[in-house]
């Protein structure tokens, strides 16, 4: 980095996440490189989903235009946390949404699951990273991510998307060995994913949960928690936060401060205090605008925005942002405007 973005150098997102003074709120979207995009639909007109995520400068490319048109204060890396699974052994199809055509669902399955070396089955990954940390100046801090063990056991478990996530419960009540043999292998894959992703550049790291919050409590705090912890343990380092975001999470609140995340990010199922109060003392959080706001008026934007600034407690880190992923639909205008707006209001 040159000494002019290093001066220039815009870490307002890291700050927040480690409990430390800021000017203003920091904000980024999840999902915020993506289809609401004109760009980014330009792109995949010429290539297709895992084309975009292999090739390091079309996931720069495509990383950078949101940086570029409406300037969050973070940048995360263009990817899926089921770029994993091919070195598994395990083929992955996206139509629209993604399936597996031989699901893992009994003890020979697991065990027949691949070990692999991050760097050499996954390099385009890191590549992108480091071409985006370039490209970035300084202007946003750099996200990576990855998948909770559970998310991507439940990926691998049902072959896809699921509503009741029969296979994978049937796992968990009727095979626990099995079930933890599971999810320490998926702990091992991306504790190695996640530190080679800081290791090429990423300042902080996110891990989505985003199927946890549906299993009930008892398996949460059973199997779930405990390995997310163990996968932070792994990944923990000096200066680079680790973001945990389960969502559906109101119903295990108080769990949640047990994974040693530095912050939690919040669904927009409950407000930002209650969440705070739930979890206690300690971690950052994040959200939790309901991204439907981004359809509304200018006047009703600012006035949710707002809210959200509110109810956010003053005792920690807050970094604003949706409560699950920007919708593909979106105004891309709108987008724009919410990111200014927190800036405006979080700085008087």
Not at 44 to 73: N, S, Y
Not at 241 to 253: G, N, S, T
Not at 270 to 290: F, R, V
Request: glycine fraction near 8%; hydrophobic fraction near 45%.
């Amino acid at each position: 980095m040159s000494v002019t973005a290093q001066k220039n150098r815009n870490d307002l997102f890291l700050r927040a996440c480690l409990n430390q003074p800021v000017a203003r709120t920091p904000v980024w979207m999840m999902r915020q490189a993506g289809r609401y995009m004109a760009e980014y639909r330009e792109i995949r007109k010429r290539h297709d989903f895992w084309d975009v995520c292999r090739t390091p400068g079309l996931a720069c490319e495509v990383t950078m235009q949101p940086i570029d048109r409406l300037a969050p204060d973070a940048a995360i890396l263009f990817s899926d946390i089921l770029v994993v699974l091919p070195p598994m052994g395990l083929d992955v199809i996206f139509a629209p949404g993604p399936s597996l055509n031989s699901p893992v669902r009994t003890v020979a399955d697991i065990q027949g699951l691949k070990k692999f070396d991050v760097q050499q089955q996954l390099p385009f990954v890191f590549d992108a990273l480091r071409q985006i940390k370039s490209a970035l100046l300084g202007r946003a801090n750099l996200i990576g991510f990855g998948g909770a063990p559970l998310t991507l056991a439940a990926y691998m478990v049902e072959g896809g998307k699921s509503r009741n996530f029969e296979h994978l419960k049937r796992l968990f009540y009727q095979e626990e060995k099995a079930a933890h043999q599971l999810l320490d292998y998926l702990v091992d894959v991306q504790s190695d994913f996640l530190n080679a992703q800081i290791d090429a550049g990423a300042e902080a790291v996110q891990i989505f949960d985003t199927w946890g919050g549906s299993m009930p409590r008892a398996i949460i705090e059973r199997f779930v928690i405990p390995k997310v912890a163990q996968l932070i343990d792994n990944i923990k380092r000096p200066g680079v936060p680790v973001i945990y975001f389960m969502k559906d999470a109101a119903h295990v609140l108080d769990l949640l401060g047990r994974t040693g995340a530095d912050v939690l990010s919040i669904d927009d199922k409950i407000s930002m205090a209650t969440a705070a109060h739930g979890i206690g003392k300690g971690p950052a959080l994040q959200g939790n605008l309901d991204s439907a706001v981004l359809f509304c008026g200018q006047e009703v934007i600012t006035q949710e925005v707002q809210k959200v600034l509110d109810s956010a407690p003053l005792d920690r880190g807050h970094v604003f942002n949706l409560g699950h992923g920007i919708l593909p639909e979106t105004p891309v205008e709108n987008a724009a405007f919410m990111i200014d707006e927190v800036k405006r209001l979080s700085r008087r």
